[in-house]
């Protein structure tokens, strides 16, 4: 039995006062609209119309069930076509999740554009260095950085980023700019500390690639740290580039020893399987891609 079809039949027939009439507005047959409106009858155990051969009324029992089932089946109509929304532009609800430093850094400076070019998207930004779980928290797009694990997520290669060395002008402007990978041994090099961890910088000298241990005298557990410490002029950093991207144009940072710049990462943004990939879900997609262009990283949209 199509319960939805004998209703829309039923509907029609109440609101058009005629079962020829709402036959044809459905396509149907009267007959097959008769029989459709037979079946509702019997499922609910009233006689909705009161039929002659010249025209068909509601009964008491029809008008009571036509007033809750036409607003019924109106809010199943906008739940449709709300759906076709979400399918055919970005909009609704977008859970991101991104690394605290690339969230901070790509994503949140071109937020503000996103939401004022997809007003229907209403976004939802946690930012932790710990990755959740996509299907437990409802989360639509995550974004990570470095090789990935195994999973059946879907990934997306959105681009990558390159190490760099850079420090102030008014640091280089007291201790020099080191024109070679040997001259850091001069330097303050500022140490990130991940898991335990201090990061060597992994730096091309020539056609080999060299291991330099940062300095031991200040070293921190947070990119934004790193980052203020190298406006403030405590010294040189080895951050990813989108970091000092900002910093760089403003001129409160430069890159030093470009050319021994090796190290890159991987950035994808994964997603849960599914048989289309939802609007909202590939327009923020590529808003990071092209957020990780403007800032000097390499974008690259792949599948």
Not at 39 to 49: I, M
Not at 206 to 230: C, F, M, Q, W, Y
Not at 231 to 255: K, N, P, T
Request: proline share 5%; net charge positive.
């Amino acid at each position: 039995m199509d319960r939805l079809g004998n209703l829309e039949a039923f509907v029609e027939a109440a609101e058009l006062g005629s079962f020829t009439l709402a036959a044809a507005r459905l396509r149907l047959s009267p007959s097959a609209l008769s029989r459709r409106v037979a079946q509702l009858e019997e499922e609910v155990g009233v006689r909705l119309f009161h039929r002659t051969t010249r025209a068909v009324r509601l009964s008491e029992e029809g008008r009571a069930f036509f007033e809750r089932s036409r607003g019924a089946l109106r809010e199943l109509r906008e739940a449709h076509e709300a759906t076709a929304r979400l399918r055919d532009r970005p909009a609704g609800l977008l859970r991101v999740e991104a690394p605290s430093i690339l969230g901070r850094h790509v994503v949140v400076p071109g937020l503000a554009r996103f939401a004022s070019r997809y007003p229907e998207v209403q976004v939802e930004l946690t930012l932790r260095d710990h990755p959740g779980d996509l299907v437990a928290e409802g989360i639509d797009l995550a974004l990570r950085l470095g090789a990935l694990e195994d999973s059946t997520l879907v990934a997306r290669r959105l681009g990558r980023t390159r190490m760099r060395v850079c420090g102030a002008p008014a640091y280089l402007k007291r201790r020099g700019t080191p024109r070679t990978v040997d001259a850091l041994a001069r330097h303050e090099r500022l140490a990130l500390s991940l898991h335990g961890r201090v990061l060597p910088w992994r730096l091309r000298d020539g056609a080999k690639v060299r291991e330099l241990s940062p300095g031991p005298r200040i070293v921190v557990n947070s990119g934004e740290a790193l980052i203020d410490l190298a406006l403030a002029g405590a010294g040189l950093v080895w951050v990813c580039d989108f970091m000092m991207a900002r910093a760089r144009r403003s001129g409160e940072l430069v890159e030093v020893l470009e050319e021994s710049a090796c190290e890159e990462t991987p950035i994808h943004v994964l997603s849960l399987p599914a048989r289309r990939v939802l609007p909202k879900v590939r327009a923020f997609a590529e808003f990071v891609a092209a957020q990780l262009g403007a800032d000097g990283s390499e974008k690259r949209m792949t599948s």
